[in-house]
């Protein structure tokens, strides 16, 4: 499937907020209900629209530091990719795990409720892992997510 001009519209919407009943979305797109609907349905058929997915708010919940490690592996031959990844996956705290090319191997995203909490799961849990080499903490001081490239 290859996305027209209204598919593109429609999920542009949808990216600002995903909750919107296809009704709404409809109204702004001069599009009826069902046929907001179908669209919908034949984005997600076509693996265009993944699972919807629930967003929370880090601070919200308590967690006030997200920091993102650059980590390189420190023996390659040594510890498999696949045995990092599902150490790293199983840390509550780690929220993201990619696999980059560049200087480091991977790219963490890590929350925590303040400095010292992240301290705690850098020594304690991060660091402690097999094949861990160089880590590089860079703290996120703001963020803006924008819209993607439609």
Avoid: C
């Avoid at 109204?27 to 034949?42: D, E, F, H």
């Avoid at 990844?85 to 199983?90: C, D, K, L, P, W």
């Amino acid at each position: 499937m290859t996305p027209d001009d209204t598919d593109r519209a429609l999920l542009r919407l949808m990216q600002h907020d995903a909750g919107q009943p296809a009704s709404q979305l409809g109204r702004k797109l001069g599009l009826s209900q069902p046929a907001t609907w179908r669209r919908i349905k034949a984005l997600r058929a076509a693996g265009v629209l993944g699972a919807p997915r629930l967003v929370l708010d880090a601070a919200s919940l308590g967690f006030g530091v997200t920091v993102f490690l650059g980590v390189k592996l420190a023996t390659k031959g040594r510890v498999s990719l696949e045995d990092f990844e599902r150490t790293v996956t199983a840390i509550p705290e780690v929220q993201t795990v990619e696999h980059v090319l560049g200087l480091y191997d991977y790219r963490l995203r890590v929350v925590a409720r303040d400095l010292a909490d992240f301290e705690r799961v850098l020594r304690r849990r991060v660091m402690t892992l097999p094949g861990v080499g160089d880590v590089e903490a860079n703290v996120l001081l703001s963020e803006e997510r924008r819209p993607g490239p439609l």
